[in-house]
């Protein structure tokens, strides 16, 4: 698997199981230098409508983190379905592929959109 094919929206994995989307790939040139990577589970947050109404019945009267866990886990099967390869960051790192982390203190860039 060749790293220097990683796109946005591709994802990622620690080593402690936890994913990430890649949102930002940065190059020198042909060579993959750097990614920005963010939380899968809270990529998934501003995908996915916050009002209990558009979650169906199913959903009633649970955590919305029931809901953004079954989301999340459907994107990953997606992913793996479209034989997107997950990377792991160690894996980047050894290749001196840097990885920065969104700040999720910060707003969103989805944050305004609708979904």
Do not use: C, W
Not at 57 to 63: C, S
């Amino acid at each position: 698997m060749s790293m220097q094919n990683i796109q946005a929206n591709d994802l990622v994995r620690d080593e402690y199981g936890n994913y990430y989307e890649v949102v930002g790939v940065h190059m020198d040139g042909e060579t993959l230098k750097a990614l920005e990577v963010s939380n899968l589970y809270f990529e998934t947050s501003f995908r996915t409508a916050a009002d209990s109404g558009s979650l169906g019945e199913e959903y009633k009267d649970k955590p919305i983190g029931v809901y953004l866990q079954e989301q999340m886990n459907a994107y990953i099967s997606e992913v793996q379905a479209n034989e997107r390869p997950i990377y792991g960051i160690r894996d980047l790192m050894v290749n001196r592929i840097k990885v920065y982390a969104v700040d999720i203190t910060q707003p969103h860039p989805k944050r305004d959109q609708t979904v």
